[in-house]
């Protein structure tokens, strides 16, 4: 193992070495404040090491670890999202007396799992990066040790065992068909042109389908995100939501476009019914709800969905030019972050001071708390995608995507979806400005979750009046694609 | 290549071992003798991973599983109040029936009409060499790091959940 | 693994030259055997008797005589450790029963087989009867890699050693069983006990070989023997052997890890409700087990069936087993038993860290040194042991005055009242 391929694995190997030092500071630390400052501090060496490698175009470990913009992306991405989420934790962690360093040094292994899904090219490595996180996050979820959250450890760890037992099935049948689990390999050996004509290779795609699926939160293993959503410790949520939505979709990208690149056409029509089943679910179940969390817990599900366009449309591929789908993704993906976090922090600001998660206890917020009411307004006009904030553009080069590759019923369902999500955001908004306060109370902002907020509503409003910074990004990263 | 007449009897006598107890792990009232077919089954599938030639992963399948995977099992079988009850009855009990004859009768047409690869070479007389020098190549070395960081992570939220009701 | 893997086959020209007739006949038996029959079918030819059924009537003779050998082991083992015990605490023992008691196991044994055999009524039959074989067939089938002398293995399995840790962790399931089926507080107590015991010591059980295994370079227990050329493993690991030994100790349930059996507390725990042949079963596997895991420690570390001295390589193996034999019940005479929580202590913070230490130890002994270890890392290794035995013993607390009292977990202390 030549040191070269250290140094291109040293963004994984120094966030699980800040994880051990956290765990470690935690035994000696008195002053329990400072693990969360202590590890943002130290998330700067991760990060650090991979904007030092951004540009770079090289493989380690025989080709299974690649360093490419694309991972790049998903990298700063993730670390980003995990920054944000322990600023927002901070409170929520402040409730034990033991264990904070855990529950930092868990989200960073889950975030090394996620960073590795996103830069691996082999079936087992993906396999056992995806369990690393899924595992850590599975304690996550259950750190609370209440009933709720007890429960929901326990439906995220059954059902992830469930989804991880198919998915694996499906790679052994990829493997028993191709004689190797190297994606690369895979896309020289599969012995067919059409997956039509091998079924064992048909329903190993369809079963590694399933199981990303679930990390993803799409149709059809969307039945854990609210229980689990709802039960698990707030800032949990949200990185779920996110994070390990995004290193799915990356994982996602890479196995289809590298390994199966050459049915694209049998496998792009299964994602777009996928994408209209995710989203039609997803949002008719939101209406109903009354819980924030749940709420968001479904949105979360519908944006799966909307995401899955991205994968779908990869006959948007000029030949020689840009992949739409791709780009569409990786943009939706980032806005979606920026959004849902702020959406979750700001949840999490209100929901600590009123102690309740229902939306009707959100009434009157405007008076009570014009900033949070103002924030949370913009984060699900955001998610809605109405323009000026980031979620348009995501949603407009989605959908354009799917044009460019001749399915515009795709584009047609995702606006349809549009409007009925459009209902029950607004319905919240409308809880927020138009209903009487119980009380007159203020609801204040407090300084770390207040940086949170801050951080990704910026972002939100930001990449909404210039979503050119982003998307550059956004092209960059999948100019090399596949890689 | 070839199989051997012993070795053919001997797989079909682990396979429909194999699939019998697993049936009655899932058909069986009482909880315990269900998770002992769980251990039989899992000797009969070490069983079979000894009749193709994988002696260090049978050896390594009847240490995990049916020496540590199923006791931890049955020791949370034997903490856990009211077993004598055993399995509620379930109402989805005939759609799963129906969805698993379903993906059992899938299974069977695609595995029978796909064409496999199989491989030619001749059987590793020793694996286990064989099998550490691939566990250690470039290769394979990054899964075989990750799988040590999975178990950390695994054993911290072990011990996370574990802690007592008061913190 | 293949037929020939059971040196029951055909073997190749001129296997047999060179070994006296004694090991060609008297070990080999059925090796020989089986070449014979080979031969005389002019090998695997169609027509003749067929390749698999040699082996499997072969296979099932040679499991008969190792499965024998074992099962008359035991009531001479009973035996040695009651005259041993006696002459610990200044008795005699058994001396009534044929000269100096010989013949007293055969007593027991006919004792056991004429007494009534008690099922309870509230017991789960099917599983009740079926413990005690499931507790003796994995111990049983720990003879089979047992190289007793050169080329007399039954089973010559290349993970012989991986093969014995995991066969012998499979007769936990049947102490489970007899522990659940009886309907009895005790001896499910009993059983727990166990499995907490056996669960936490395999662990240092298993890294304590991987020092040997390091050193050899297989897990064949042949090899193992054959790479111990000059000096037996125990002067390159007497760190590995520390730990292995306490550890065979646990997963043995002997003293002083008998609390399975704590006649104090839990009557005589897992098996309370057994009598008869049931009983004496499970008897025969307890002290199968310790024949067993003797000729393991006896090959691991002490080098087999070899020895100085030119004798035959079964005669030196038997009497080195006997020698573990007799340090088992010598330490059985000797330490008392430990509470639970001490056991669960010296587990899992001095025994894991030991044999964690010692991985580290030989690999970088084996690094610097990958043409042999050169001899003065003899006194160095046993220094380093004792040192590291004694800064471990300080920290865990088992030297000097105990510093604070542990409570007990609450699933011990469950387990430990009623």
Not at chain 1, 295 to 316: D, N, Q, R
Not at chain 1, 337 to 351: E, K, R, S, Y
Request: aromatic share 12%.
């Amino acid at each position: 193992m030549p040191l070269r391929d250290l140094y291109l694995l040293s963004p994984e190997i120094s966030i699980v070495g800040v994880a051990f030092i956290i765990i470690m500071l935690d035994l000696w630390i008195e002053r329990k404040g400072l693990l969360p400052i202590l590890t943002i501090v130290l998330l700067g060496l991760p990060l650090g090491f991979t904007i030092s490698l951004w540009g770079t175009e090289e493989q380690a470990f025989d080709g299974v670890l690649v360093v490419d913009t694309f991972s790049i992306f998903f990298k700063v991405l993730l670390i980003g999202v995990v920054t944000a989420v322990v600023i927002a934790s901070q409170e929520t962690a402040a409730r034990f007396r033991r264990f904070q360093g855990e529950y930092y040094g868990l989200l960073l292994m889950a975030t090394a799992g996620l960073m590795l899904m996103a830069a691996t090219r082999e079936l087992i490595t993906i396999y056992l990066s995806l369990e690393l996180s899924t595992l850590s996050a599975i304690a996550l979820v259950a750190f609370f040790k209440d009933t709720r959250s007890t429960e929901s450890g326990l439906k995220y760890l059954v059902l992830s065992g469930v989804s991880s037992a198919i998915m694996l099935y499906g790679m052994a049948m990829v493997l028993g068909v191709t004689g190797t689990s190297s994606l690369v390999e895979i896309a020289k050996a599969a012995p067919v042109s059409s997956l039509a004509d091998n079924p064992a290779l048909l329903l190993g795609v369809v079963f590694i389908v399933a199981g990303f699926g679930f990390k993803i939160a799409s149709f059809p293993f969307q039945m854990w995100v609210p229980d689990v959503y709802q039960g698990a410790p707030t800032p949990v949520t949200a990185y779920l939501s996110v994070a390990s939505k995004a290193a799915g979709f990356a994982v996602l990208l890479r196995v289809f476009y590298l390994a199966f690149g050459d049915f694209s056409s049998d496998w792009s029509m299964l994602f777009g019914v996928l994408a209209v089943i995710s989203m039609s679910l997803g949002n008719f179940a939101a209406i109903f709800q009354t819980d924030i969390k749940r709420l968001l817990a479904y949105s979360t599900i519908a944006h799966a969905g909307y995401i899955l366009i991205g994968l779908a449309a990869v006959a948007s591929r000029v030949p020689g030019g840009e992949a739409f789908g791709p780009q569409g993704v990786l943009f939706y993906l980032t806005a979606y972050a920026f959004t849902n976090l702020g959406a979750f922090f700001v949840v999490i600001a209100i929901a600590n001071k009123i102690g309740s998660e229902t939306i009707d206890d959100f009434a009157g917020m405007s008076k009570r708390s014009p900033l949070l009411a103002g924030l949370l307004a913009l984060c699900l006009v955001s998610l809605i995608g109405v323009p000026p904030a980031v979620g348009f553009w995501a949603k407009l080069y989605l959908f354009n995507a799917a044009v460019q590759a001749d399915m515009v019923w795709l584009a047609i369902a995702g606006a349809i979806n549009t409007a009925i999500s459009a209902f029950y955001y607004l319905r919240v908004i409308k809880v927020m400005y138009l209903s009487p306060a119980p009380t007159e109370e203020r609801v204040r902002l407090t300084p770390p979750i207040g940086l949170a907020v801050a951080m990704t509503t910026t972002g939100v409003l930001f990449f909404g009046i210039a979503p050119w910074f982003l998307l550059d990004f956004a092209i960059r990263a999948t100019s090399g694609f596949p890689g | 290549m070839h199989v051997g007449t012993g070795a053919s009897i001997a797989f079909w006598i682990m396979a429909v071992v194999a699939v019998v107890s697993a049936s009655g792990v899932i058909l069986l009232k009482d909880i315990f003798r269900a998770a002992l077919l769980l251990v039989v089954s899992f000797l009969s599938i070490a069983g079979i991973f000894v009749t193709l030639n994988a002696d260090f992963i049978a050896a390594v399948q009847v240490l995990i599983y049916a020496g540590a995977i199923s006791i931890l099992l049955i020791f949370a079988i034997l903490l856990t109040r009211d077993v004598q009850e055993g399995n509620p009855s379930n109402r989805l009990k005939i759609p799963g029936m129906f969805m698993g004859a379903v993906l059992l009768t899938a299974l069977i047409v695609v595995f029978v009409n796909t064409e496999w690869r199989l491989s030619t070479e001749a059987p590793l007389d020793s694996t286990t060499a064989a099998l550490a020098d691939l566990l250690f190549s470039n290769k394979f070395v990054l899964a075989f790091e990750i799988a040590s960081v999975l178990l950390l992570a695994a054993m911290i939220g072990a011990v996370v959940l574990a802690r007592g009701e008061d913190e | 693994m293949p037929v020939d893997r059971l040196a029951t086959g055909c073997q190749p020209l001129g296997f047999w030259d060179g070994m006296g007739l004694w090991e060609q006949w008297g070990i080999n038996f059925f090796p020989r055997l089986g070449d014979t029959m080979c031969r005389a079918m002019g090998g695997a030819t169609p027509g003749g008797i067929p390749d698999w059924l040699i082996f499997a009537i072969l296979g099932l003779a040679g499991a008969f005589a190792v499965v024998n050998v074992a099962m008359l082991g035991v009531p001479y083992v009973i035996l040695l450790e009651r005259k041993l015990l006696g002459r610990f605490q200044h008795r005699v023992g058994p001396n009534r029963v044929g000269f100096f008691g010989l013949l007293q196991p055969m007593a027991d044994g006919i004792k056991l087989m004429t007494k009534e055999d008690i099922t309870p009524r509230v017991a789960d039959k099917l599983v009740f009867s079926l413990a005690p074989l499931v507790f003796v067939v994995p111990v049983l089938l720990m003879f089979a890699p047992l190289p007793w002398a050169p080329h007399a293995v039954l089973a010559d399995l290349d993970v012989g050693i991986l093969y014995i840790v995991a066969v012998t962790s499979a007769a936990e399931i049947g102490v489970f069983m007899g522990g659940w089926s009886s309907n009895n507080k005790f001896s499910l107590f009993g059983a727990m006990r166990v499995v907490a015991l056996v669960v936490s010591y395999e662990i240092p059980l298993v890294l304590a070989i991987v020092g040997v295994v390091m050193l050899t370079g297989s897990l064949n227990l042949a090899a193992i023997v054959e790479g111990q050329r000059f000096v037996p493993n125990l002067l390159w690991q007497p760190l590995g052997f520390i730990v292995f030994m306490i550890a065979v100790s646990a997963e043995l349930n002997r003293a002083p890890f008998d609390l399975l059996e704590a006649d104090s507390e839990l009557v005589s725990g897992f098996h309370t409700e057994y009598s008869g042949m049931k009983w004496g079963v499970i008897q025969i596997g307890e002290y199968a087990a310790i024949i067993g895991f003797s000729g393991i420690i006896a090959t691991l570390f002490l080098s087999g069936w070899k020895g100085p001295a030119p004798m035959p390589g079964y005669l030196w193996f038997v009497l080195k087993m006997g020698m573990i034999i007799s340090g088992f019940i010598w330490v059985r005479a000797t330490i008392p038993r430990l509470r639970v929580d001490q056991i669960m202590n010296l587990g899992w913070k001095f025994l894991l860290p030991l044999a964690l230490i010692n991985i580290f130890v030989t690999a970088g002994e084996i690094l610097a040194y990958p043409d042999g270890l050169p001899v003065w890392l003899i006194p160095v290794n046993f220094a380093f042991a004792a040192i590291v035995v004694a800064v471990a013993a300080r920290l865990l607390g088992i030297q000097g005055q105990p510093r604070q009292v542990v409570p007990a977990p609450p699933v011990f202390e469950t387990m430990a009242s009623s």
